[in-house]
């Protein structure tokens, strides 16, 4: 028998110690089998979880796929046009007179669609013909940057369109969009921004936007947030454009006042630039008036700021196709921020689409005979009759009026400054018939140069400026010069009238010519014009000034150069020690001009450099000399071919070509003088062309005809005096 120890338990310390141990452990088993228990149900969980997970996978896919098609309408298949060599080559010579470089012509659609009987819609055989005419004539479409870089003051780019589309409708992605493909063309799309995701299908989604954005094919500007609509503007219920108005109030029983209007209008621009960018689209350069109407049809005070004041604080430019005076793409529209466009219809064939592009083309003003060529010129004198009869002798003349008038290029000669106007006119009464010739059409300040047997006069707005005596005969020579600010007249050489304009914008004063016949009275002999001449005006000698850079300081590749793509506008170029590159990724050319405002003087000088990286045939680089001049040249190379341009920064023409051998880099050399430019590629193709003392600096520029493509450079480029 065992003796307990006092003060203990049964068995002692140890036997103590052994229960304690075996109640822990009975403890930790519990738990384990609890714990266990617990982690399989966890386990099992989130088993039964991802099973369920893995089994809605498919219908979530499938909503959001649901969801996407909602807002993402099926292509349409490609748009076949069959088209005859013949038919492409017309297409082709229809625009071979015109310019190679010229102001870009921006073209209006509404939308595409293959049932619709509007005239603002086009089939899509229809616009896929069109776009096959524009590619086979030779011209380009650009991006809302590069026509901003146009009017911002940039030169003038190869023959260009910018194809604009109002509205944002779904016939653009459905239709457009492939044809534009296919044709290497960019269009450029106007949104009603509230519109995007709603009443489809006749608009656009953010989806398809995002995919055509994507694509590089398509740019999207601006057409109001919810402004797009017309609304009572009186108390009688007419109705106008609610952007250009004031709109009527009728529980107030009144008009808007000019701050609500502008409190309205302010609030929807603001919004549509918010929801385009807030779709991470880039901020809309330019505005399309919804209806074309703007400032000229709308009821706001006057004077006063106008619609187009308040939109200029916002775009570079708007856009209509109404214009009660020539505003096409031009130095003259870019100043006012308000371009003219020409509108393509569902029954404008792809001809008449090249003809009226070449009616809106500017051009120089140089032409030795405007008396043969009628399509030239519109009738002003309200008799709907056609034909220069009236002007020439051979009539027939207005039944009823006492003059015939017409204007000459009236919508390609916007910004003609330094021409001159000569004419014989003939056939001249005593005191009973006369002749005019008036400049700077459509300009801020026309002038009428009149010529009777035996007086001239100069007048401006009907109001006679000067007056002078003249010979008294039949026949009188009339010279008339438009340079700058300065119109001169002289009749027979020797009587002279000369006006100065106080208009210091000079893009105001610039414009084209016209002619005018009248008589006195029934009965009387109509007088004519028996020779009829513009050609440009010798440019005025431009002198270094105190600030001019000589020849031999230039220094082309310094890195802190100042190269211009426009006066004081930066020109998109990374310039080191080696060569000059463009870095302007979403454009299809680049332009600038080293220091133009201290170079005008230049000449006795010899540029050169290694033009670089002519990885395609459609790629090119140009050297330019003479840079400011009225005959600038300008010496392009592409990988077999240099081809040479002459004319300002608005309006070139190609005046030779040779073959080059396949390179993806040429050396170019141009020397200039007073007499003459001689021109050398690769030290053996060369050029030679006559010069009659034009000076100025020199600029580069390049192209290339997708943007996926490297840009060309020029490397090694040096001017250097004749004498040095």
Do not use: C
């Not at 009539?395 to 000459?408: C, K, Q, R, V, W």
């Not at 270094?544 to 020109?571: H, I, K």
């Not at 100025?696 to 840009?711: E, N």
């Amino acid at each position: 028998m065992t003796t307990p120890t006092p003060g203990g338990t049964a068995g002692g310390p140890d036997a103590a110690a052994r229960r304690g141990a075996a109640e822990i452990r009975a403890a930790r088993r519990t738990a384990t089998a609890r714990g266990a228990r617990s982690g399989h149900w966890a386990a099992r969980l989130g088993l039964l979880g991802l099973a369920l997970a893995i089994l809605a996978m498919p219908f979530y896919a499938a909503a959001e796929y649901y969801e996407y098609q909602k807002y993402m309408t099926p292509q349409a298949p490609d748009t076949v046009v069959q088209l005859a060599p013949a038919q492409t080559a017309a297409w082709s010579g229809q625009v071979k007179s015109l310019p190679a470089t010229s102001a870009p012509i921006v073209l209006t659609y509404h939308d595409i669609s293959p049932k619709s009987t509007s005239p603002y819609v086009v089939t899509p055989q229809t616009f896929s013909a069109q776009m096959a005419a524009l590619q086979a004539a030779g011209y380009r479409s650009l991006s809302s940057q590069e026509f901003a870089d146009y009017l911002r003051g940039g030169p003038a780019p190869p023959r260009s369109v910018f194809i604009t589309f109002d509205d944002g409708t779904n016939g653009l992605w459905v239709y457009g969009d492939r044809i534009m493909a296919k044709y290497h063309m960019h269009g450029t799309s106007f949104l009603i921004a509230e519109r995007v995701d709603h009443d489809r299908p006749y608009y656009l989604t953010w989806n398809e936007i995002s995919r055509m954005a994507a694509s590089g094919r398509w740019d999207f500007q601006d057409h109001t947030y919810d402004l797009h609509y017309r609304a009572a503007v009186d108390a009688k219920g007419d109705q106008g454009s609610a952007l250009a108005n004031r709109l009527w109030l009728p529980a107030l029983n009144r008009l808007e006042t000019y701050a609500e209007y502008q409190t309205r209008v302010e609030a929807d621009i603001k919004q549509s630039i918010a929801t385009i960018t807030g779709h991470g689209l880039p901020k809309p350069l330019f505005f399309a008036y919804p209806y074309s109407e703007s400032s000229e049809r709308a009821n706001l005070p006057r004077p006063g700021p106008t619609i187009q004041t308040l939109l200029s604080k916002y775009f570079v430019a708007t856009l209509t196709d109404v214009s009660s005076r020539p505003l096409t793409a031009s130095r003259r529209a870019a100043a006012m921020q308000n371009v003219q466009r020409l509108e393509v219809l569902s029954n404008t064939s792809p001809a008449q689409l090249l003809s009226e592009l070449a009616q809106w083309t500017q051009v120089a003003p140089s032409d030795p005979a405007p008396l043969t060529e009628p399509a030239q010129w519109s009738r002003t004198d309200g008799s709907k009759q056609n034909g220069l009869g009236p002007f020439t002798g051979s009539g027939p003349y207005p039944s009823g009026a006492h003059y015939a008038a017409a204007d000459f290029r009236s919508m390609s000669s916007l910004d003609w400054d330094g021409y001159r106007v000569d004419a014989t006119v003939s056939g001249l009464e005593d005191g009973t018939n006369q002749v005019s010739v008036s400049v700077r059409d459509d300009s801020a300040e026309p002038l009428v140069v009149g010529v009777s047997r035996g007086t001239m006069s100069l007048s401006r707005d009907n109001v006679k400026l000067a007056e002078k005596k003249l010979a008294d005969v039949s026949t009188h020579t009339l010279q008339v010069t438009v340079q700058g600010r300065t119109t001169t007249a002289r009749v027979d050489g020797t009587a002279v009238l000369s006006w100065t304009s106080k208009v210091t914008d000079p893009t105001q004063l610039t414009g084209g010519f016209g002619i005018r016949v009248g008589i006195n009275q029934p009965g009387v002999s109509w007088p004519r014009f028996s020779a009829l001449s513009v050609t440009q005006a010798a440019p005025a000698v431009r002198p270094g000034g105190p600030d001019a850079l000589t020849v031999d300081q230039a220094v082309l590749l310094d890195p802190n150069a100042e190269w211009e793509a426009a006066p004081g506008v930066a020109a998109p170029f990374r310039t080191t020690s080696q060569e000059l590159e463009p870095v302007s990724a979403g454009s299809l050319s680049a332009y600038g001009a080293y220091q133009p405002e201290r170079t005008g003087a230049w000449t006795d000088y010899t540029v050169d450099g290694t033009v670089a990286r002519l990885t395609n045939t459609a790629v090119s680089g140009a050297v330019w000399v003479r840079v400011g001049s009225p005959l600038a040249i300008s010496v392009q190379v592409f990988r077999g071919q240099l081809e040479v341009f002459s004319g300002d920064a608005d309006s070139q023409q190609l005046i030779g070509t040779r073959p080059l051998t396949p390179s993806a880099t040429h050396r170019v050399t141009v020397t200039v003088t007073p007499s003459s430019t001689l021109i050398s590629v690769d030290g053996s193709v060369t050029m030679s062309l006559r010069a009659k003392g034009e000076t100025g600096g020199v600029a580069f520029s390049a192209y290339r005809d997708l943007t996926r493509r490297s840009w060309p450079v020029v490397q090694r480029f040096t001017v250097t005096g004749t004498a040095s």
